[in-house]
Each structure stands twice: as structure tokens, then as C-alpha cells.
């Protein structure tokens, strides 16, 4: 069961879009729409921002949004806040193992 | 509304077990809408799923920690359990507890998490 691939950090600027992209296989991302992302601001615990590859909870801005071609998912974080300064993190569903992360991604608003 | 915390000693010895407990408050362990997870993260570095059970009891590891781990419910105190066996200063970490949704393969609520240091 290997992690899911990250890159270890991404900038931009208040009000840029960014993206943040998470490379699996096919046992994992490139099978299942079962891809989650999860924001981690520094000492706190993580939160659910997407779900099922495109899907917010209730109360996350539509300034986030996700997408899926082939065996990498990605985050979209439009109209960037300082606010949004955090790591985040992709999960997939892996059949019979059934649960991986990504590495994590730190995100920088500079 | 539905609150997790998680709790247990801060400190443990190498070798010895790991025990935590998740309390859940405002809402039912019993839920046939829910499972409930034990994610890990070492101080620095990123997530690792653990494992996680259902309301019936049926459990999914992650193979890597399979043979040491240990998750229970218990419907009348409200709680999930973790038990992680003959640890090493590589299981130190803040231990999180959440509750997915079982329409999906997601956590929709985290507790808090709760630091634990393996070293004798």
C-alpha cells in the first residue's frame, strides 16, 4: 500500500487559483471515485474540504473544487485567502486495502 | 452536535501496548449510517489511516499495522477503542479518531487527536 504522491509545496498569491494534484494507481484514484481532500492548518485536526472526487460539505467555500482524469485527483482553490494557508491532503479508496493518503501538500499564500 | 475526543495516556513504554478511547457525544456509535476511524500523524509528517469498524463490529486494517491493531466499539459507554501492540518510538504520533460516512470513503468529523510518545 504506497502513499499516494504529492508535491511537497505550492504558492500563489491572494486572489490566483492554485492547484494541488495527487498521482495514485490504478488500484486506487484511477478505479474509484472515492477520492477525499482534507485541509490541516498548523496544530489543528484535519477537515473534510472534498469528497467523492468533486463533492463540498456543507459549509466549505466553492472556492474549493476537485477533479479526476485517469489516476490523478486534484484540488482547485480559486480566488486564494490567506486563510487558505495550510497542508492539505488527498485520500483514495484502495479496494482491499482500502485507505490511502497522499504526502501532503503545503500550501504558502505569499 | 457530534463531538469526538479522544483520550488515553500521553506516554508509553517500547514494547508495551497503546490503548486510546474515542468518546462520542450528541450523537450514537450505533449509527448504521456511520464508520469510525483511528487516523495517525508522526510529529512533522503527514497521515496515515490506521483502520477503522462499523457499527456491527466488522473491521478493515491497514495491512501495514494489521498484526499489532486492535479497534472495538463499545455501544454502551459511546466509545471506539484503539489498541496498537509492541510499540516502537516509530508509532509516536498524534493519534486521531473520526467518523465516515459509510455512503462514501470519507471522514466527515475529526476529534481533536491526542499526542502519544513512545520512550521508555
Known amino acids: 500500500q504506497s502513499a499516494l504522491t504529492q508535491f511537497a509545496s505550492v504558492s500563489g498569491s491572494p486572489g490566483q487559483s492554485i492547484t494541488i494534484s495527487c498521482t495514485g494507481t490504478s488500484s486506487d484514484v484511477g478505479t474509484y471515485n472515492l477520492v477525499s481532500w482534507y485541509q490541516q492548518h498548523p496544530g489543528k485536526a484535519p477537515k473534510l474540504m472534498i469528497y467523492e472526487v468533486n463533492k463540498r460539505p456543507s459549509g466549505v467555500s466553492n472556492r474549493f473544487s476537485g477533479s479526476k482524469s485517469g489516476n490523478t485527483a486534484s484540488l482547485t482553490i480559486s480566488g486564494l485567502q490567506a486563510e487558505d494557508e495550510a497542508d492539505y491532503y488527498c485520500c483514495s479508496y484502495a479496494g482491499s486495502s482500502p485507505r490511502v493518503f497522499g504526502g501532503g501538500t503545503k500550501l504558502t499564500v505569499l | 452536535q457530534v463531538q469526538l475526543e479522544e483520550s488515553g495516556p500521553g506516554l508509553v513504554k517500547p514494547s508495551e501496548t497503546l490503548s486510546l478511547t474515542c468518546t462520542v457525544s450528541?450523537?450514537?456509535?450505533?449509527?448504521?449510517?456511520?464508520?469510525w476511524s483511528w487516523i495517525r500523524q508522526p510529529p512533522g509528517k503527514g497521515l496515515e489511516w490506521i483502520g477503522y469498524i462499523y457499527y456491527s463490529g466488522s473491521t478493515n486494517y491497514n495491512p501495514s499495522l494489521k498484526s499489532r491493531v486492535t479497534i472495538s466499539v463499545d455501544t454502551s459507554k459511546n466509545q471506539i477503542s484503539l489498541k496498537l501492540s509492541s510499540v516502537t518510538a516509530a508509532d509516536t504520533a498524534v493519534y486521531y479518531c473520526?467518523?465516515?460516512?459509510?455512503?462514501?470513503?470519507?471522514?466527515?468529523?475529526w476529534g481533536q487527536g491526542t499526542l502519544v510518545t513512545v520512550s521508555s
Open positions: 450528541g450523537g450514537s456509535v450505533s449509527s448504521g449510517s456511520y464508520y
Open positions: 473520526a467518523r465516515g460516512s459509510v455512503d462514501g470513503d470519507y471522514d466527515d468529523l
